[in-house]
């Protein structure tokens, strides 16, 4: 199970794998692994101070005597809550729920409120008897971190038919959707007056491959 030994750290995002991160921190070099929901916004992030909200845990088998100690990092402390709570599930690892944290924390959130095992076997690494066991389990223990869902939902639907239409593009490329939709912010962000698809498509790809 995680451990709480060191809760957070601040330091300069040095390095952004698919998994995991590097992050100076004085004369110190952590490595983070992160779900994989939050690489984009982290690639378009390296040479910033950021702060991760932390869990330490110990890998590989006591028995044999080659534990080693890991560390996940979150950009949110909610995220670090949900995934404490999402590993009490029988069955759901630490590695099991890092795989399957391709979508936000409240979208995931809100269909376990919502009982859409549909959804959770969408979700890496979660097939139906595991999707089944997190609704027993964890459905009406999750509201607080649905929260979130609701409020991305008001952003989606006030989205472009253009941005939407670019948003598909990606997914159609492979992309997950909530990367196709950290992609979008970061490219109206950047350059507002992209307005078709088809330019808002060559300006998200142009950040998935920056610093990749």
């Known amino acids: 199970m995680p451990h709480e030994i060191i809760s957070a750290i601040t330091g300069e995002l040095r390095r952004v794998d698919d998994d995991r991160v590097h992050v100076q921190c004085g004369a ?8 994989s929901a939050d690489v984009a916004e982290l690639r378009q992030s390296i040479g910033q101070s950021l702060t991760f909200h932390t869990i330490l845990y ?22 670090r809550g949900f995934f404490e709570r999402f590993t009490t599930v029988k ?16 979208q995931i959130a809100h269909a376990i409120e919502s009982k859409d095992t549909r959804y959770l076997v969408g979700l890496k690494g979660i097939g139906r008897r595991t999707a089944e066991l997190i609704v027993a389990e964890l459905a009406g223990k999750m509201k607080d971190f649905a929260v979130v869902a609701g409020r991305r939902g008001a952003a989606s639907a006030a ?43 060559r300006e998200m790809l142009s950040l998935r491959t920056t610093r990749a």
């Open 159 to 201: 989205r472009s038919a253009e941005e939407e239409e670019a948003i598909m593009a990606m997914v159609a490329l492979g992309e997950a959707r909530a990367v196709a939709e950290r992609l979008m912010e970061l490219a109206r962000q950047q350059n507002p007056a992209v307005k078709s698809a088809s330019a808002m498509l």
């Open 28 to 35: 110190m070099l952590f490595e983070l692994l992160v779900p």
């Open 91 to 106: 069955g759901i690892g630490v590695k099991t729920a890092l795989k399957a944290l391709t979508e936000p924390v409240g």
């Open 58 to 79: 110990m890998e590989g088998d006591a028995t044999r005597g080659n534990l080693e100690p890991r560390m996940i990092g979150f950009l949110r402390p909610a995220d």
